[in-house]
């Protein structure tokens, strides 16, 4: 769906990850550690929007979160936590909803897991990598990498890594994308919450992360308006 209609249409993603947390009724650290309450809250939240698709993982230090104090070992990063929750929550979503939802996750950057972890860039973009890979397996459709503010992006070992992570994206038919562009990697068409018009092409997203507050009611105005008719 969104390698087919991002061409030509708007496929449009609210980054409304935490306002899922709210109508679970759940804490956002516990929702996010679990892949039952993340299926179901993404699902509801959905229904309740109308949006193309829904975030079902959204970087803020869940990998280093996930990792709990063993570095950066992927297979153990994938197994537990928040991002072993968010990736079975995409595969249900995935078996649910079949090709009729986008699921977006957003990865923290290679040169954040390398900051994080303090390891060397090149480990960190293998690392970036597989779990790329691993959610695409999962059923994610476009991947957001997302980096800190300071890091240093954009360099040569940066560059190949994220083109490494770009193919196997491709290899599954997925999408990745940068948030804001960094590096220079296309980014998503971003449109305010507070001032939604049909714009851009391909993935839209809200301008920032929709906090848990959102009124549901606005939320889905946004998605309404930023839909409008076809570019």
């Known amino acids: 769906?969104?390698?087919?209609?991002?061409?030509?249409?708007r496929v449009v993603v609210p980054l409304a990850f935490e306002v899922a947390a709210r109508i679970s009724a759940r804490p956002l650290d516990a929702f996010r550690n679990d892949a039952t309450?993340?299926?179901?809250?993404?699902g509801e939240l959905q229904q309740a929007v109308t949006a193309d698709g829904v975030v079902c993982a959204l970087a803020s230090r869940m990998e280093w979160d996930s990792a709990a104090g063993a570095g950066l070992d992927v297979?153990?990063?994938?197994?537990?936590?928040a991002v072993g929750a968010s990736l079975e929550a995409c595969r249900r979503l995935r078996e649910v909803h079949g090709d009729q939802l986008v699921l977006l996750a957003g990865l923290s950057g290679p040169a954040t897991l390398a900051a994080q972890f303090a390891v060397d860039l090149s480990s960190a973009c293998a690392a970036f990598a597989a779990l790329t890979k691993a959610f695409c397996a999962a059923g994610a459709d476009v991947i957001l990498l997302?980096?800190?503010?300071?890091?240093?992006?954009?360099?040569?070992?940066?560059?190949?890594?994220?083109?490494?992570?770009?193919?196997?994206?491709?290899?599954?038919?997925?999408?990745l994308l940068a948030w804001d562009g960094v590096g220079g990697v296309a980014a998503p068409a971003q449109v305010a919450l507070a001032a939604p018009a049909a714009s851009g092409v391909g993935i839209v997203t809200t301008e920032a992360v929709v906090p848990a507050e959102a009124d549901i009611a606005?939320?889905?105005?946004?998605?309404?308006?930023?839909r409008g008719a076809e570019a």
Do not use: P, S
């Not at 309450?37 to 993404?42: E, K, P, R, S, Y």
């Not at 297979?75 to 936590?81: D, H, M, P």
């Not at 300071?150 to 770009?166: M, N």
């Open 218 to 226: 606005m939320l889905r105005h946004w998605v309404t308006m930023v």
């Open 75 to 81: 297979e153990r990063i994938t197994a537990q936590g």
């Open 1 to 9: 769906m969104a390698q087919g209609r991002g061409r030509g249409e």
């Open 146 to 175: 997302m980096e800190d503010a300071g890091c240093e992006c954009g360099g040569e070992d940066w560059q190949d890594g994220v083109k490494t992570a770009a193919n196997i994206a491709r290899f599954h038919q997925a999408l």
């Open 37 to 42: 309450q993340l299926a179901n809250g993404l």
